[in-house]
Every structure is written in structure tokens, then in C-alpha cells.
T-cell receptor, first 114, second 114 residues
Framework: KAGVTQTPRYLIKTRGQQVTLSCSPISGHRSVSWYQQTPGQGLQFLFE???????NKGNFPGRFSGRQFSNSRSEMNVSTLELGDSALYLCASSLVGLTQETQYFGPGTRLLVL | AQSVTQLDSQVPVFEEAPVELRCNYSSSVSVYLFWYVQYPNQGLQLLLKYLSGSTLVKGINGFEAEFNKSQTSFHLRKPSVHISDTAEYFC????????????FGTGTRLTIIP
């Protein structure tokens, strides 16, 4: 069974631009979560989607948004990029998103904002 | 609100020696506890998790962890480390009433010395 895939793996953008990252969960998984990893703040939860609905949200500004499609694939979008948005963005999937389930992480998308 | 403290940011250990990585958590409700490992340029991989029952949890790659409710700790141990254990280790907590997000500690970088 294929794991969680994220595209692209690397991105370079400039301040003010917007970016869209994609995540394909493990087949059959309906819950997709997104995390931001930076050296300063560590791993922080962005949001979780289940059945095309945002079910949980972390403490990030509205510039960070996401969506989920009917095939459970998810995208996250960051508008008006800032230097501080440079990070590794990790996507994780699980069957239905119960807290006791294992979340399977993708390799991440590394975003550099210049 | 839940939080996780990993007391050691870096732990150097000689090959074949035992290691303990410390993790303390704070939460006002019952929690689930997890340890993840991140190898260079990769996503996170689950090592083990505590949901309920036996407080000693065994995971992959010879790791184990013990849940101590009175000390609010979930320390990770391995009796004999190998060079391939060099990685960053993250302790995480989630609250077990439907809050579908992981709160991570800041990570411990384990370096194995040959």
C-alpha cells in the first residue's frame, strides 16, 4: 500500500506570493491533518480535514487555509507569504481521525520564502 | 490546554549503550501519548503509543516507554542503541475526547557515537 505522498517536495517563493501544497493520503484514509515544522516553533498543528470538512483548527492566521476533495486528497494554501512561513509542511493521514489512531506522515514539502 | 516538555534537546550516546529520552506532559484531561522518530529529510514515523492498559509500551526497533500518571511522564528507553538510531525523537500528546490533533514536544536529537 502506498504511503502518504506530498507534492511538491521543495518550493522557493518570494514574499507576498501565494502557494498551494498537495497531500494524497493512504488509500482508504479519510482524515488528513497538516503540521508546520520550523526550528524555532517546532511542530505545530495547522488543521484537520475529514469528509471534505475542516474539523479541527490550530492557532494560525487566516492566510493559512485548506480543503479536502471527495477522494480525500487535501491541499493547503498560504496567501501573502511571509519570511516566517519558511518551514517543512507535513501532512498526515489516518482512517477516520480518532485520537487513538496512528497518523501516518508524508515526507513533507519544504518551503523557502525569500 | 495540553503541552509536552522534552527536557533534553540533544543526547549523545555510545553505540550499544542504553538510552533514555525524557518526556513530561501537562493536561487537564486524560491523554493518549506517542513517540515519533524523524530521520534526516524524512517525515515522522510512529515508534509507539500509549492509549490505555499496561503502562509499559513496546514499540518498533527495540524501543519501549513507560507511562507514569503520577509523574505525568512518558520516557522512551532502549537497552542498546545502534548507529541507525541517530535521529530526532518527538514526544506527542492528544486529548482523548475527540480533539483530533497532536501536540508535540520540541524534540530530542539522539546522536550515536561509534
Amino acid at each position: 500500500k502506498a504511503g502518504v505522498t506530498q507534492t511538491p517536495r521543495y518550493l522557493i517563493k518570494t514574499r507576498g506570493q501565494q502557494v498551494t501544497l498537495s497531500c494524497s493520503p493512504i488509500s482508504g484514509h479519510r482524515s488528513v491533518s497538516w503540521y508546520q515544522q520550523t526550528p524555532g516553533q517546532g511542530l505545530q498543528f495547522l488543521f484537520e480535514y475529514f469528509s471534505e470538512t475542516q474539523r479541527n483548527k490550530g492557532n494560525f492566521p487566516g492566510r493559512f487555509s485548506g480543503r479536502q476533495f471527495s477522494n480525500s486528497r487535501s491541499e493547503m494554501n498560504v496567501s501573502t507569504l511571509e519570511l516566517g512561513d519558511s518551514a517543512l509542511y507535513l501532512c498526515a493521514s489516518s482512517l477516520v481521525g480518532l485520537t487513538q489512531e496512528t497518523q501516518y506522515f508524508g515526507p513533507g514539502t519544504r518551503l523557502l520564502v525569500l | 490546554a495540553q503541552s509536552v516538555t522534552q527536557l533534553d534537546s540533544q543526547v549523545p550516546v555510545f553505540e550499544e549503550a542504553p538510552v533514555e529520552l525524557r518526556c513530561n506532559y501537562s493536561s487537564s484531561v486524560s491523554v493518549y501519548l506517542f513517540w515519533y522518530v524523524q530521520y534526516p529529510n524524512q517525515g515522522l514515523q510512529l515508534l509507539l503509543k500509549y492509549l490505555s492498559g499496561s503502562t509499559l509500551v513496546k514499540g518498533i526497533n527495540g524501543f519501549e516507554a513507560e507511562f507514569n500518571k503520577s509523574q505525568t511522564s512518558f520516557h522512551l528507553r532502549k537497552p542498546s542503541v545502534h548507529i541507525s538510531d541517530t535521529a530526532e525523537y518527538f514526544c506527542a500528546v492528544s486529548e482523548n475526547f475527540g480533539n483530533e490533533k497532536l501536540t508535540f514536544g520540541t524534540g530530542t536529537r539522539l546522536t550515536i557515537i561509534p
